[in-house]
């Protein structure tokens, strides 16, 4: 097999010089492999389509004997219902606030240490980086209780933003990840502009930072994601209605009978749909992102 | 196109520099991760309502071996685990490979269906299969009565139960795991497939013999992920099914949740939660050595 790598033509070349019978096997491989995905795909597709559809029509019609598979006119009255329930716009804001304030925090603390632990050499950086490293494997729910008496008793935090944000700082996958980022960029440059007389603080800030950018957005984006629709963390350190975020507001809905499925539909379409546009968009660092390491969820 | 060797280090002209970089993560994760992974350890030994001076003893421990709330609980989870991981992680190697495929038409279109439902959350994915799954309305029912099928009462049986979870766990994180395999896959040389072509080897025996092994120590890594997530799962059964019917669906997580904040038992709650550590552990090490050895 080795010999013959030398001399193995360009894939689009191999295909040209296959013989009649390959190529016809190729199109019954292509025609099996999508009569395979197509309904799989669609069946992938049909939570997300029926969340979108019934968001649009009144609980009567959501549980008719003929359910809706095209939009309704009635969004702005489940929304209303919601609005009522939850008083959801302020659960709304909560949420950017909490997710924006996480995101920006989370991207300078991580990027700060990815960054020394990628670029100095310094006594204990590998036995720093390797007790990091070690509680990677250790689940959340491990630290979950001293974490709620910490936040909760000892720092009185409840039902503020920052009982919210600050535990979930400790995010070990985002130091790994962005220590990666700046193993790319080079030793020379910064060196340079040492030589020019910058500061640490400022060749962090200014020449490295920049030039990992892609890394950055793509960690900004699963950060975001990661805060925003979090849930067990924020429903044990929310306990009054006013400092709920969406997904906790949305929890409460869900397991009561009275309240209206439009509603809560409502409700988890406009959690979904931003991102579902970003992620059209926005694709390609998406993956990169969750290739890059995945981010705790 | 430098001739000179570049230094392999940066020099520190201000030794404290790094430090200062590392110190305000370092606060964080000592104070919200490190510490509290220690003290829930030291909590587990105590009960926890009798305050702080309470002392050491293996009373929550010894409360475990026999609490069948918890050992519901545990097989549960365990349950979920056998089944759910296997079926994602299956599937999510096929979608991997037929993405990655170059006979695939679309594909943009096809990894849009398939990685969409990783933005949606826990909490609003479970609302819509608790719709879905509605024994009485649900469109799943509905789809199965128009089939000809009758219909099942999803929530309210233990198994039918139990199959909603893992159906809501794999659509969820099924395309969260092809990425990561796809991301593998790319890594493996074209060169070696045109080899193994010209050698006559089917697409089939290509799969065996090429990408699966090539491919072990990414799908290594999507296993020992999905153990420590399902391990702690939480979201799906408490708001899918309520933990039930009965206990049916209740999980570690559910249990741990139960016990830590809503009975306020956080020595027993510590407990459960070092159990998931020690399973997750077990796991992990078992992956390793089983399927870890040559990455």
């Known amino acids: 097999m080795t010999v013959r790598r030398a001399d193995s033509a360009a894939p689009a070349q191999v295909t040209a010089a296959q013989p009649g019978g390959m190529r016809a096997q190729r199109r019954a491989a292509a025609f099996w492999l999508h009569l395979a995905l197509i309904p799989l795909a669609l069946l992938f597709l049909a939570p997300l389509w029926l969340m979108l559809v019934f968001s649009t029509h009144p609980e009567t019609a959501i549980f008719s004997p003929n359910p809706p598979l095209w939009f309704g006119g009635a969004f702005v009255e489940n929304f209303r219902g919601l609005q009522a329930d939850t008083n959801f716009l302020r659960t709304l804001a909560n949420s950017v606030v909490i997710a924006t304030l996480y995101t920006l925090l989370s991207m300078l603390l991580t990027s700060m240490g990815g960054y020394a632990f990628s670029k100095y050499a310094f006594p204990g950086r590998n036995l720093l980086f390797g007790l990091i490293l070690a509680t990677l494997t250790i689940p959340t729910f491990v630290t979950i209780i001293p974490q709620f008496i910490l936040v909760a008793r000892d720092l009185g935090l409840s039902n503020t933003y920052w009982a919210v944000v600050l535990p979930t700082l400790a995010n070990t996958i985002g130091i790994f990840y962005m220590r990666q980022a700046f193993q790319t960029v080079p030793n020379d440059l910064l060196n340079a502009a040492r030589i020019d007389g910058a500061n640490e603080w400022r060749i962090f800030w200014q020449i490295a930072l920049p030039i990992v950018r892609p890394a950055l957005a793509a960690l900004a984006i699963l950060l975001f994601l990661a805060s925003w629709n979090d849930y067990l963390w924020p429903l044990i350190v929310l306990t009054q209605k006013d400092s709920y975020t969406m997904p906790v507001a949305l929890g409460t809905l869900v397991g009561l009978t009275r309240v209206s499925w439009g509603g809560i539909m409502v409700g988890t379409a406009i959690a979904t749909i931003p991102f579902l546009i970003l992620f059209l968009a926005l694709q390609r660092l998406f993956v990169a992102g969750i290739a890059g390491g995945a981010v705790k969820d | ?295």
């Not at chain 2, 200062?20 to 030291?42: C, E, G, N, R």
């Not at chain 2, 128009?146 to 139960?161: E, I, K, R, S, T």
């Not at chain 2, 990414?218 to 309520?242: D, K, M, R």
């Open chain 2, 1 to 295: 196109m430098t001739t000179v060797p570049a230094p392999r280090r940066s020099r520190r002209r201000v030794p404290s520099a790094p430090y200062l970089f590392i110190l305000p993560y370092l606060l964080i994760f000592a104070t919200f991760w490190a510490w509290p992974i220690v003290s829930s350890f030291l909590m587990s030994f105590r009960d926890s309502r009798l305050g702080a001076t309470a002392p050491f003893g293996f009373a929550n421990w010894s409360r475990l071996v026999g609490d069948e709330f918890f050992l519901t609980a545990l097989r549960n989870t365990l349950l979920i685990l056998v089944l759910q991981v296997p079926i994602m992680l299956t599937l999510a190697t096929a979608l991997a490979v037929a993405l990655n495929s170059r006979l695939l038409k679309l594909r943009g279109l096809f990894r849009f269906a398939f990685f969409a439902p990783l933005v949606v959350g826990t909490v609003a994915y479970s609302a819509v299969f608790r719709l879905l799954f509605n024994s009485d309305f649900g469109m799943v029912n509905r789809g199965l009565t128009g089939l000809g099928l009758g219909p099942v009462d999803w929530l309210n049986q233990p198994g039918p139960a139990m199959a909603v979870i893992i159906l809501a766990m794999t659509w969820r994180w099924t395309g969260y795991n092809a990425i990561i395999l796809l991301a593998g896959l790319q890594g493996i040389s074209e060169e070696v497939y045109e080899a193994a072509a010209i050698d006559g080897a089917t697409p089939w025996q290509q799969f065996w013999k090429i990408t699966l092994p090539l491919l072990r120590p990414t799908l290594l890594f999507c296993v020992v992920l999905s153990i420590i997530g399902t391990l702690q799962l939480f979201t799906e059964p408490a708001l899918i099914t309520n933990s039930g019917p009965g206990n049916a669906t209740m999980t570690l997580g559910t249990y741990l949740y139960q016990q830590g904040f809503r009975s306020f038992n956080f020595g027993y709650a510590s407990a459960i939660a070092y159990t998931v550590a020690a399973l997750a552990a077990i796991f992990s090490a078992i992956q390793l050595r089983l399927f870890g050895r040559e990455s």
